[in-house]
């Protein structure tokens, strides 16, 4: 079965750079949804998409962006990057068309800013 | 808002034993959903096994169940006959029934299986 991929894997990067990073979900979800795990840490929801909407916003700085594209792919931009943005960023995707609603993650991409 | 707390940094079971790792969480919503998450070193989010607050029986899949106490709001995870595999980071997570279906995580327990 199609899982959500995320790319890329693995990103290193500078301070004060930008980063993008991409996540496709499972074919026919309409729901992505990006969460911040720093080292040690649990993950953080940081936002969240429906349809193209922007559905639910959580502790996402206003440094990041994200949106979703006509094909239901996400991207998070992430400008102005600190030493402290250096985390693993899920994806999740789940379906919106009733029932239980259960995420499914990505393998994440680990950020690391240097 | 909710929250979910795991007061469990590390817990220790030799293989083959039973091992129960906690979770409460507070909220003042009737109708929700809870969830055990394993993380491997692989660092992937998976699935072990979920509970729909309305359902008064516990949930089990396979060698992994749950005590769920509504009423206490606990959410404990047991997993019975453990296997070296199941070394890993556990996380509880607390979604709603409504609204955008975001995932609140506790701050995880790690699971160590001793041969």
């Known amino acids: 079965a199609a899982g959500v991929i995320q790319s890329p894997r693995h990103l290193i990067k500078e301070k004060r750079e930008t980063a993008t990073l991409k996540c496709y979900p499972i074919?026919?979800?309409?729901?992505v949804y990006w969460y911040q795990q720093g080292p040690g840490q649990d993950p953080q929801f940081l936002i969240s998409?429906?349809?193209?909407?922007?559905?639910d916003k959580g502790s996402i700085p206003d440094r990041f962006s994200a949106q979703q594209f006509s094909d239901y792919h996400s991207e998070l931009n992430m400008s102005s990057l600190e030493l402290g943005d250096s985390a693993l960023y899920f994806c999740?995707?789940?379906?919106?068309?009733?029932?239980?609603?259960?995420?499914?993650f990505g393998p994440g991409t680990r950020l690391t800013v240097l | 808002a909710q929250t979910v707390t795991q007061s469990q940094p590390e817990m220790s079971v030799q293989e083959a034993e039973t091992v129960t790792l906690s979770c409460t969480y507070d909220?003042?919503?009737?109708?929700?959903?809870l969830f055990w998450y394993k993380q491997p070193p692989s660092r992937q989010m998976i699935l072990v096994i979920r509970?729909?607050?309305?359902?008064?029986q516990n949930a089990t899949e396979n060698r992994f169940s749950v005590n769920f106490q509504k009423a206490a709001k606990s959410f404990s995870l047991k997993i019975s006959d453990s296997q070296l595999g199941d070394a890993a980071m556990y996380f509880c997570a607390y979604r709603s029934q409504g609204g955008t279906y975001k995932y609140i995580f506790g701050t995880g327990t790690r699971l160590k299986v001793l041969a």
């Open positions: 998409f429906y349809e193209k909407m922007q559905s």
């Open positions: 999740a995707s789940s379906s919106f068309s009733g029932g239980y609603n259960e995420q499914f």
């Open positions: 909220t003042s919503e009737s109708d929700y959903y």
């Open positions: 509970q729909e607050a309305y359902k008064q």
């Open positions: 074919p026919r979800h309409d729901t």
